[in-house]
């Protein structure tokens, strides 16, 4: 069955980075795009982008250039999200999602709580 | 680009139908079929639930049905159950993005 299991928890200071996994298992990871979607506490889904699991070729959305960076290990099939230069509007629940087709994701990891914090 | 716009709450009785709007431009929702509702319980990761404006994944109830017309979507949930309490989002594609709606909330009276 496919899954996608994020990495834990993590709390951080202003400033530092963090990188989040998600590995992938039950299907052949380069067939599906990955997408990053965050929800800040209490708030709605929002779309990050995506990275194309074959190229390796990162897409992302607006407000999302420049500290967010989405990378691949294809051989663990674990894509990853790196978040560099933390703020506290920063903190929210990350999650990956499979792209089954066009814009629609039928496979969710857990997600991963970022608190940004001193 | 904002937000869809869906309604902030919608509720009903055990029982009833209820239907939640979703509301984009014609640059969105009302260009392309790709449109697609999740459920999030609290805590929890979101649950594609439709997809492609009226496809109903494997496993998801048929009390679930989706709808387009022009620029707004629909979600109904019929037969309503108090394990449909959740939030729910649609999406969708915008020719070279996912945007998200603003999220409704179903109460089960």
């Known amino acids: 069955q496919v899954q996608l299991v994020q990495s834990g928890s993590e709390l951080k200071n202003p400033g530092a980075s963090v990188k989040v996994s998600c590995k992938a298992s039950g299907y052949t990871f380069k067939t599906s795009a990955m997408n990053w979607v965050r929800q800040a506490p209490g708030q709605g889904l929002e779309w990050m982008g995506w990275?194309?699991?074959?190229?390796?070729?990162?897409t992302y959305a607006q407000g999302f250039t420049g500290r967010f960076v989405f990378s691949l290990d294809t051989s663990v099939s674990t894509a990853y999200l790196q978040i560099s230069s933390l703020k506290a509007e920063d903190t929210a629940v990350y999650y990956c999602?499979?792209?089954?087709?066009?814009?629609?994701?039928?496979?969710w990891g857990q997600g991963t709580l970022v608190t940004v914090s001193s | 680009q904002s937000a869809l716009t869906q309604p902030a709450s919608v509720s009903g009785s055990p029982g009833q139908s209820i239907t939640i709007s979703c509301t984009g431009t014609s640059s969105d929702v009302g260009r392309y079929k790709y449109v697609s509702w999740y459920q999030q319980h609290p805590g929890k990761a979101p649950k594609l639930m439709i997809s492609?404006?009226?496809n109903r994944p494997s496993g998801v109830s048929n009390r679930f049905s989706g709808s387009k017309s022009g620029n707004t979507a629909s979600l109904t949930i019929s037969g309503l159950q108090a394990e449909d309490e959740a939030d729910y989002y649609c999406s969708s594609y915008t020719g070279s993005s996912t945007l998200f709606g603003t999220g409704t909330k179903v109460t089960v009276l």
């Open positions: 990275i194309n699991t074959k190229t390796g070729n990162p």
């Open positions: 492609d404006v009226s």
């Open positions: 999602a499979r792209d089954v087709s066009t814009a629609t994701f039928d496979y």
